[in-house]
């Protein structure tokens, strides 16, 4: 009789596990990098985010109010791509807190440079929007066949 105890109360801490587990959401920044505006540099990109909960969302347009939705604890990793040449690496420098609620431990994450690849920026958040203001960042990122550093400024809600 013991024995099952201990088995069912090690199964249902497992099933607590699996069901709160960390998942990571893959936010990428597509340029345009053949047609890229520097005036305008929206113009020129969209976002995707990929989970494997709320599978694929694209910005179709509007990456102003372009929304991730996600939980407390999951993981979130920036990345960039050229749509028009894959030799033109597209760096995501920083993602930085605009306003509403905060979500990560930093206002600032930092990109990491990857090997023969553009930087990334990773964060785990570790907090929630739930019936608050969503988190608004700036994503600021560089594209090798360009100068300067261009933003685009999107949103977080996690825990809805």
Partial sequence: MRSLIILTAGATLFFAEVL???ETHTVTLIVDTANFDRNNPASSCALRSESPNT???ESNGDLENFTVTMQEGDL???EGIS???PEDLVHLKKIKYEKGTKIFN???LDGKP???KGDIVEGKTISNTKNKEDFKYTMLFKVDSQNGTFKIDPKIKVGQ
Wanted: proline residues 0%; without cysteine; positive net charge.
């Fill in 20 to 22: 709160n587990a960390q």
């Fill in 76 to 78: 979130v990793v920036w």
């Fill in 83 to 85: 749509s028009s040449n």
């Fill in 106 to 108: 930093k206002d600032r």
């Fill in 55 to 57: 599978g694929v969302v």
């Fill in 114 to 116: 990857q090997s023969g």
